[in-house]
């Protein structure tokens, strides 16, 4: 379970959520809390850096917002991040300093650390992305099983309970995942670790590893 924790995939000096972070031991468990956090942080931002442009939704003076571009609150935007062409916001976001929001990217409940790039075509929902990672064009964060139960973590031949309905992915610092791949409900990948292109992924995949198909999964040679 150690290797779970936020602590061990994500370093809190990259995003503005590092008190939340600092608040709990398992990464999903941010999750039902996203949106009261930034509702209590929006009040408390420097003026001088954010402006307030709607209902519950600040944004850096410094980031690029396309004009194309929905947004919804309540809503981070911090600085020098890039918001493209028909990026869909839908809420409890927070997009991280020099992250970028691609073109048609949807992005619900989820926090996006510094420089997280998810350029093109990506759902992403209640997930967290970790400093540097990248999701290749088409990555989707499945985040409701089918049968609506609480979601679970196969980890080393367990299942860890979660107690959360909707959990996409919680991806770790430097990780690259391939294009049109899926990460269903609980998976877990490990810092960086890379996933092959067309991946269907439902576990957790060990930090500095290459996962190349279900059941094979190597040690990169670092």
Same mark, same amino acid.
């Given at each position: ?125 209640? $997930? %967290? +992305? ?5 999701? =290749?064009? #088409? /990555?989707?964060?499945?985040? @409701? ?35 049109? $791949? %899926? +990460? ?5 990948? =490990?810092? #960086? /670790?890379?996933?092959?292109? @067309? ?24």
């Amino acid at each position: 379970m150690e290797k779970l924790k936020a602590v061990n995939l994500f370093d809190y000096s990259q995003t503005i959520a590092k008190p939340l972070f600092e608040s709990i031991t398992y990464p999903w468990e941010v999750l039902p809390k996203i949106k009261d956090f930034i509702l209590e942080l929006g009040k408390s931002l420097d003026t001088e850096k954010f402006n307030k442009i709607g209902e519950d939704i600040w944004v850096a003076k410094t980031a690029k917002v396309a004009p194309t571009a929905f947004l919804h609150g309540p809503l981070i935007i911090c600085e020098n991040a890039e918001i493209r062409h028909c990026a869909f916001i839908r809420g409890s976001a927070i997009v991280g300093e020099n992250a970028v929001v691609g073109n048609s990217t949807e992005l619900k409940n989820s926090i996006l650390f510094n420089n997280v790039q998810t350029p093109h075509y990506n759902y992403i929902g209640d $997930s %967290v +992305l970790g400093y540097k990672a990248h999701t =290749g064009a #088409g /990555t989707i964060t499945s985040n @409701l099983k089918s049968d609506k139960s609480l979601v679970t973590v196969n980890f080393e031949g367990e299942k860890i309970e979660t107690g959360v309905k909707k959990f996409g992915a919680m991806i770790g610092d430097n990780v690259e995942v391939g294009c049109n $791949s %899926v +990460l269903n409900p609980g998976t877990v990948i =490990g810092r #960086g /670790t890379n996933i092959y292109p @067309l991946s269907m992924v439902r576990e957790y995949v060990p930090e500095n590893s290459i996962y190349k198909k279900q059941g094979e999964v190597a040690e990169k040679h670092l």
